[in-house]
């Protein structure tokens, strides 16, 4: 009888070392940002309730993220099942036939996806990445700060020249408080999406109708100017390297008072477990130079299947449960409400646990909802912090890095955006615009 047991429970033990050993395995790449990391951390429920499907996640920064995965799909390297993507990089990688639509159950409500981030991530009406969030910018600030320099608080809509005044009356260097942090790190997602949008709200574009670069005109030099003294009288120190996450700690350490970039942001800042600050932060909608045309962007990050994968079922089952509604109460009730991925639906809105543990939600729907990425006089493209052409990648990161040699001195302004005509104008004419 033991024995007959104990041949039962070792013939158990090896079905479910089989059953283990057959789970099919996918691969996603992603940002490493808080959202995500919970993620990971959630990833166990999705595996309890698919125990033939592993997850095996692949967390880097947004700049090494957009090399490796731009890399491994335009060569068919394979190397991932789910992609960490865009709203710049679906429509036009589904086109080039990268990425496979995206087709889930009824349950799903892709309708329930707020239309302009919808619209952004599909082709020809199709969907082929799903939003995990949805993100504008706007301006949060540290209260405490900005009232101690003398002023109420931060209207929206302030003029650039009223941020760069009271980013000047907050800094004290010697301290260690600096008035404002902005993106300064090269890169078309990086300082390019700040400075983009800058330039947007005074007016400029980054290319004319007839798609001749835009780079040496008056908006431009308007926003690259004032972004340049405002970063010098009232930035930290390094600002050169500076990107998303180096400005969230500065802010979240209470040694910066202003911040203007993605309003997913706001979720990490008002996190007691994770910033000093919670409490203390105000909200704003983005600056504007004088125009109509806003500064605030709008994205995605979403998540896509590979074209050249060997397990596009088993991604698809998986991003259909990480951006589908269960998944954002499945956030609420076991990490708190304040910790769900925003931005992307509209009945997230809805929920009334979500409205009374945030304090952000308006002043983000508002900035998201506000975005003008389509094309508009004098813009012949889609977008606000990029143009959603396959040359913009190349051409955004190498004016971005003029932006920042203007930024640490290298560089004058005019020469920055005169070398960045010339890098625009010679790659637009290569790729046969004109």
């Not at 508009?376 to 606000?384: H, I, S």
């Amino acid at each position: 009888m033991r024995i007959s047991n104990l041949l039962l429970g070792t013939a158990a033990i090896a079905a479910g070392l089989g059953a283990a050993a057959s789970a099919d395995e996918i691969t996603v790449a992603t940002i490493n940002v808080g959202h995500m990391v919970t993620a990971q951390r959630l990833t166990a429920e999705f595996e309890a309730a698919h125990p033939d499907i592993k997850v095996n996640w692949v967390t880097l920064d947004e700049g090494t993220l957009r090399q490796r995965i731009t890399a491994d799909i335009a060569t068919d390297g394979g190397q991932f099942d789910v992609m960490t993507i865009g709203m710049y990089e679906a429509p036009i990688w589904a086109e080039r036939g990268w990425l496979l639509p995206l087709d889930f159950d009824d349950a799903y409500d892709v309708d329930d996806i707020y239309e302009p981030i919808r619209a952004g991530l599909s082709y020809d009406g199709q969907l082929y990445a799903a939003p995990f969030y949805g993100e504008s910018s706007m301006v949060m600030y540290n209260r405490e700060l900005v009232e101690a320099a003398g002023y109420d608080g931060i209207d929206d809509h302030a003029s650039w020249q009223e941020i760069r005044e009271i980013a000047a009356a907050i800094t004290d260097r010697e301290a260690g408080f600096y008035g404002i942090c902005l993106r300064g790190k090269p890169g078309w997602g990086e300082n390019m999406a700040l400075i983009g949008t800058m330039a947007n709200s005074f007016g400029g574009s980054y290319f004319n109708d007839d798609w001749t670069p835009a780079f040496e005109t008056q908006p431009w030099r308007d926003a690259v100017q004032i972004y340049v003294d405002m970063m010098n009288e009232s930035g930290p120190p390094g600002a050169e390297s500076n990107s998303f996450g180096e400005s969230l700690a500065l802010m979240n350490e209470g040694r910066c008072g202003i911040w203007i970039d993605a309003t997913i942001g706001a979720s990490l800042m008002t996190d007691p477990t994770e910033s000093r600050v919670a409490g203390k932060v105000g909200f704003a909608q983005a600056p504007n130079g004088g125009t109509e045309n806003g500064s605030n962007w709008l994205w995605a990050w979403a998540l896509a299947v590979p074209a050249g994968t060997d397990s596009a079922e088993d991604a698809t089952t998986f991003i259909e449960w990480l951006t589908s509604k269960d998944y954002i109460r499945l956030v609420g009730e076991t990490e708190g409400w304040a910790q769900v991925p925003t931005g992307s639906r509209e009945s997230t809105y809805d929920i009334p646990e979500f409205m009374e543990a945030t304090s952000f939600a308006d002043a983000e729907l508002e900035a998201i909802l506000t975005a003008r990425p389509e094309i508009g006089p004098n813009k012949p493209y889609v977008g606000v912090q990029f143009a959603a052409i396959p040359e913009f990648q190349a051409i955004g990161n190498a004016v971005g890095q003029q932006m920042t040699a203007a930024l640490s001195g290298e560089l004058t302004v005019d020469e920055a955006l005169a070398n960045s005509q010339e890098i625009a104008d010679r790659e637009m004419r290569r790729a046969g615009y004109y």
